[in-house]
């Protein structure tokens, strides 16, 4: 069974960063393509940044230029560097692979105000 572990969320101003983590157990991670998304309240989740088993990256236009997304094959993580965050990515924010997604996780909640 596939588990996802997502952390390094938090409060922070608008402009700060934030590191987020992503551990994946239960699978052979190197395999597949991972893709980051959020929630907000009241709305649906969305993706946000995706990294193939290539290490090839997208981002949606909302977070491009702002976050990177990156993978560690031999720590079985992904992870997202958020900078120059804005109130507008307040979410809880979601690991999981690209297609044939797993059963997602807790998330980790991102909180940017001042």
């Known amino acids: 069974q596939v588990r996802l572990v997502e952390s390094g969320g938090g409060l922070v101003q608008p402009g700060g960063s934030l590191r987020l983590s992503c551990a994946v157990s239960g699978t052979i991670f190197s395999w597949y393509g991972m893709g980051w998304y959020r929630q907000a309240p009241g709305k649906q989740r969305e993706l946000v940044a995706s990294i193939t088993s290539s290490s090839s990256t997208n981002y949606d236009d909302s977070v491009k230029g702002r976050f990177t997304i990156s993978r560690d094959n031999a720590k079985n993580t992904v992870y997202l560097q958020m900078n120059g965050l804005k109130p507008e990515d307040t979410a809880v924010y979601y690991c999981?692979?690209?297609?044939?997604?797993?059963?997602w996780g807790q998330g980790t909640q991102v909180t940017v105000s001042s």
């Open positions: 999981n692979a690209l297609i044939r997604q797993w059963a």
